[in-house]
């Protein structure tokens, strides 16, 4: 799983957002967030599988910008939005979604 900031700012998935990396994901997140705002953006458009802990971490991105700041999910392919939409995450995270 590959991690980064585009020029807005939008935090970038690209690979896998799955249990076996998601301790790496975590740290890497974590380290990003405190150095931005607690408005957060992600772009997921180039997520290729991602199974409970992936969600896990989106509704957990979504709490943490909660109160002061908001989650944003810029893109998303169709496979992980069918994804989120047949585990119910679609209704925690509904006002993240594109």
């Known amino acids: 799983m590959e991690i980064s900031t585009d020029s807005q700012g939008t935090i970038v998935f690209k690979g896998n957002l799955v249990v076996t990396n998601i ?8 380290s990003l967030l405190e150095e931005s705002s607690r408005y957060i953006t992600i772009d997921l458009s180039q ?3 991602i199974d409970i802990a992936g969600l896990q971490l989106l509704y957990s991105l979504k709490k943490t910008s909660e109160g002061d700041g908001a989650l944003h999910i ?3 392919n169709q496979s992980i939005r069918d994804i989120i939409d ?5 209704i925690p995270l509904k006002e993240a979604l594109p």
């Open 23 to 30: 301790e790496s994901i975590h740290s890497e997140i974590e």
């Open 74 to 76: 810029l893109a998303i």
């Open 47 to 49: 997520v290729d599988e």
């Open 86 to 90: 047949l585990s119910g995450f679609n």
